[in-house]
């Protein structure tokens, strides 16, 4: 199974398994064909804590090509650290999901 | 990412499917199987799809939720809808899903009227479903 890697703008290491990916768009089927648009969400978008769950964080961005009427992404990723064989301890930031979404965008308001 | 998925009845009747990842704590709640047209931010962890052309709700999606349902010091611990962040034709649709069925099954609405506060905040509390009690 592939992985793919990015790093957000503060050079966190990211990946995506192509596991989850298939899972992703089985279900959010918006992001079809969008999956440079969801690794850009990470590598560029904006990123919120969950404020109740301080190692999950929602990236978002805003997206002009997913069809109807999204015009959005919003990532979820966990930071988690995995034991290694030789009892290091690393980071292993992964993606959970992601979603298209409608958003008010800046100055719509 | 291992996944426990169940089927269940809500009280208005309605099927639903739980589909709950223990890794990441995801739980995804889903009314109907149909392809959305439309997904808003409910809150920072919840996330709804629906069908934009009837306003029947499909999904709903909730951002680590066994945290969500952990009470806190005084009681259940409410959510800030971002309503703010619905655009303006969505507004309608998504307050009159709130309110009915399904949805009200999972979410509870309410008010917070912050002091000197201009403004009432729109809030929720997740319900926690009865069938779930085991699993997160």
């Not at chain 1, 929602?58 to 109807?68: A, E, F, G, I, K």
């Not at chain 2, 998925?5 to 009280?11: D, H, I, K, V």
Request: glycine content about 4%.
């Amino acid at each position: 199974m592939r992985r793919w890697f990015v790093r957000d703008r503060a050079g966190r290491e990211i990946y995506l398994t192509e596991e989850q990916w298939e899972h992703i768009v089985a279900r959010h089927r918006e992001l079809r064909d969008h999956l440079d648009d969801v690794l850009a969400t990470v590598r560029h978008g904006r990123r919120r804590q969950q404020s109740h769950d301080p190692q999950a964080y929602v990236y978002y961005r805003p997206c002009d090509t997913l069809h109807l009427l999204f015009n959005g992404i919003l990532v979820v990723v966990v930071f988690r650290f995995e034991w290694q064989e030789d009892g290091t301890l690393l980071p292993n930031n992964f993606i959970v999901t992601a979603w298209g979404i409608i958003m008010r965008r800046k100055g719509e308001r | 990412m291992e996944q426990t998925s169940l089927e269940s009845t809500l009280c208005s009747g309605e099927k639903v499917w739980y589909e709950y990842d223990q890794e990441s704590d995801l739980l995804e709640v889903v009314f109907k199987a149909a392809e959305a047209t439309a997904a808003i931010e409910l809150t920072e962890s919840i996330v709804l799809r629906f069908d934009w052309e009837t306003a029947e709700p499909l999904s709903l999606s909730f951002i680590s939720f066994s945290r969500l349902v952990q009470p806190a010091e005084y009681g259940e611990n409410h959510f800030p809808l971002l309503a703010d962040e619905w655009p303006d034709e969505a507004q309608e649709k998504v307050w009159a899903m709130l309110r009915a069925a399904p949805l009200n099954e999972f979410l509870q609405l309410g008010s917070y009227a912050p002091p000197h506060g201009r403004q009432t905040i729109p809030i929720a509390v997740v319900k926690r479903p009865a069938v779930l009690a085991t699993a997160a």
